[in-house]
C-alpha cells in the first residue's frame, strides 16, 4: 500500500491488514505495551474543512507512535493563494514523510500522491471518508466478532460516507443495502463496483424495507461540509431517511448503530436511538484513533506485531 486515497484502491487483504495492525496498537496501548513505529517521523496534517475527531485522532495518534503530527490549517497556507499542487507536495515531500488532507476534491487528493513523494492519507473528500469506514470496519468486528456475511443498511445522503461504506462494506464480505433519495445516490462508479457483487448489494429508497434483518445501520448528516447553502433544501428531500423507532424494529435484534458523527438529533437519527446506542457510536470515534495509527504505521512505520 503506497497511498491510502480510497478503499477501492486496497485489496480485501489490505483492509484486513489494516483492521488486525489497529487492533493490535489498541491492544498495545491499552496493555502499556511501547507501540512507538513512527518514531522520528513527522506527518502533515491539512485541513481545508472543519474537523473535531480526525484532527485530534491523528495528533495524538501521531504522538502515541512517537512521532509528530503537524497541524495545517489549509487557509493559512499559500495553497489557499493558488500556489499549484505540484509545488506544495514537492516541499512537503522534503519535510514530511507523511501527509493527511482533508479537502474538496478527490483529484487534489490524487494530484498530491502523483506529485509528491510521501505517502498520502485521505482525512475525507467530498467523495469519499475511507479512514472513518475503518474504523467503522474494526468497531463492527469488534462487537460482532466478524465482518462477513453481516448486513449493514445505509440510510441518508449517497455521499462520502455512504461510498466508502459500501466499498468497505462488500470487500471485507459483508451485505450492503444503501437507501437514498432518487436524486442522491451514491457515486456512479462506486454503483457500478457494487453491481458486480450480485445480490450482496441493493440500493432503494425505503428505510423500513431496506432495514429488514440488517446487523448493522449507519447513517450520516443530511447536510455534508461544503453543502450549506442547500440545507433548507436538504431538510426537505432528506424526510423521513431517519434511523427511528420502526427502523430499528425492523432490523435484527442485536442490531449496531453507526454514526461517524457529528449527529444532528431529530433529522438523520433521532435522540432516543442515538443514546441507545450511544456506546456503539464512541467506540467507533474511540477507533479513529487506532484505525489512524494503523493506516499511518502501514504507510511510513517500522512495524512489527
Ligand atoms: N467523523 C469525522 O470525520 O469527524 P470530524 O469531522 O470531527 O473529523
Ligand atoms: N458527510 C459528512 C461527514 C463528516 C465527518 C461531511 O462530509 O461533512
Not at 469519499?128 to 468497531?139: E, K, M, S, Y
Request: with cysteine; glycine share 8%; net charge negative.
Amino acid at each position: 500500500m503506497e497511498h491510502f486515497l480510497k478503499l477501492g484502491d486496497l485489496s480485501t487483504e489490505e483492509i484486513y491488514g489494516l483492521l488486525d495492525i489497529a487492533a493490535d496498537l489498541k491492544y498495545k496501548l491499552k496493555n502499556g505495551v511501547p507501540h512507538r513505529y513512527l518514531e522520528g517521523k513527522s506527518v502533515a496534517l491539512v485541513f481545508e474543512k472543519a474537523s473535531t475527531r480526525t484532527r485530534t485522532s491523528f495528533e495524538v495518534g501521531a504522538y502515541q507512535l512517537g512521532g509528530y503530527g503537524a497541524f495545517i490549517n489549509g487557509k493559512d497556507t499559500q495553497i489557499a493563494r493558488g500556489e499549484p499542487v505540484q509545488d506544495t507536495i514537492r516541499v512537503l515531500s522534503r519535510y514530511f514523510d507523511c501527509l493527511m488532507i482533508r479537502t474538496f476534491k478527490q483529484s487534489f487528493v490524487e494530484d498530491l500522491a502523483k506529485y509528491g513523494t510521501i505517502p498520502i492519507i485521505n482525512g475525507l473528500t467530498d467523495y469519499c471518508h475511507p479512514t472513518q469506514v475503518i474504523a467503522d470496519l474494526l468497531t463492527i468486528r469488534e462487537r460482532k466478532g466478524r465482518l462477513e456475511d453481516l448486513k449493514m443498511c445505509y440510510i441518508g445522503d449517497g455521499n462520502n460516507m455512504a461510498n466508502s461504506l459500501i466499498v468497505g462494506a462488500l470487500k471485507t464480505g459483508m451485505k450492503m443495502t444503501a437507501v437514498c433519495p432518487d436524486d442522491y445516490r451514491p457515486a456512479d462508479d462506486v454503483l457500478s463496483f457494487a453491481k458486480g457483487f450480485g445480490d450482496r448489494f441493493e440500493l432503494c429508497t425505503e428505510p423500513v424495507y431496506g432495514a429488514e434483518k440488517a446487523d448493522v445501520l449507519v447513517t450520516d448528516v443530511w447536510t455534508s461540509m461544503g453543502e450549506e447553502a442547500e440545507t433548507e433544501k436538504r431538510k426537505i428531500a432528506f424526510k423521513g431517511y431517519q434511523i427511528n423507532d420502526k427502523v430499528i424494529d425492523a432490523a435484527n435484534k442485536d442490531v449496531m448503530v453507526q454514526h461517524c458523527l457529528p449527529a444532528h438529533r431529530g433529522e438523520e437519527i433521532t435522540a432516543e436511538v442515538f443514546e441507545a446506542h450511544a456506546d456503539e457510536i464512541f467506540d467507533e470515534a474511540e477507533n479513529r484513533l487506532h484505525a489512524h495509527k494503523a493506516i499511518m504505521t502501514a504507510l511510513c512505520g517500522n512495524y512489527v506485531k
